[in-house]
């Protein structure tokens, strides 16, 4: 009997695992970006390089993945709104000095986006940044290309 319950929850894992990747992947095209500096995001470091995002407006998930698939996270995000309808899809990130944290993802023809929140670290750091110099943090924009 113990051995059928185990049997069933590792095929019930298993399921979940082959069709969270092919569900994610219908919530929204990948979108392409080359950065050329290393950021945060969720507390982990991600190098410059090129990344793939997969971000929906209706979905609380967002993919941030490395093009070649060394380095991936799933985030949870918040929608937001802009007052303006965004042609280029872009990601917003705050800097603090020489550190990057993504802080929103925009879609492109459409005024909704996501907001990630932010990590210890980031919180961190602006605290440390405020309290140094009340300066206010930068906001760096990378316009998004089609995946390719």
């Given at each position: 009997?113990?051995?059928?319950?185990?049997?069933?929850?590792?095929?019930?894992?298993?399921?979940?695992?082959?069709?969270?990747?092919?569900?994610f992947a219908q919530?929204?095209?990948?979108?392409?970006?080359?950065?050329?500096?290393?950021?945060?995001?969720?507390?982990?470091?991600?190098?410059?390089?090129?990344?793939?995002?997969?971000?929906?407006?209706?979905?609380?998930a967002v993919l941030l993945r490395?093009?070649?698939?060394?380095?991936?996270?799933?985030?949870?995000?918040?929608?937001?709104?802009?007052?303006?309808?965004?042609?280029?899809?872009?990601?917003?990130?705050?800097?603090?000095?020489?550190?990057?944290?993504?802080?929103?993802?925009?879609?492109?023809?459409?005024?909704?986006?996501?907001?990630?929140?932010?990590?210890?670290?980031?919180?961190?750091?602006?605290?440390?940044?405020?309290?140094?110099?009340?300066?206010?943090?930068?906001?760096?924009?990378?316009?998004?290309?089609?995946?390719?």
């Amino acid at each position: 009997m113990k051995q059928h319950i185990v049997r069933f929850l590792h095929a019930g894992c298993l399921c979940l695992a082959v069709s969270l990747p092919s569900a994610f992947a219908q919530t929204g095209q990948p979108l392409t970006v080359d950065l050329p500096f290393a950021f945060q995001v969720n507390n982990q470091q991600f190098p410059a390089g090129k990344y793939q995002v997969t971000a929906d407006a209706g979905h609380a998930a967002v993919l941030l993945r490395s093009v070649d698939c060394k380095r991936a996270i799933f985030s949870l995000s918040t929608s937001i709104q802009s007052e303006k309808t965004r042609e280029v899809p872009s990601l917003v990130f705050k800097r603090y000095d020489d550190r990057y944290f993504l802080s929103q993802i925009w879609l492109p023809g459409s005024n909704h986006g996501r907001g990630l929140p932010a990590s210890r670290a980031e919180r961190e750091v602006a605290q440390r940044w405020a309290m140094s110099a009340p300066k206010p943090a930068t906001e760096v924009v990378a316009s998004v290309g089609p995946s390719k």
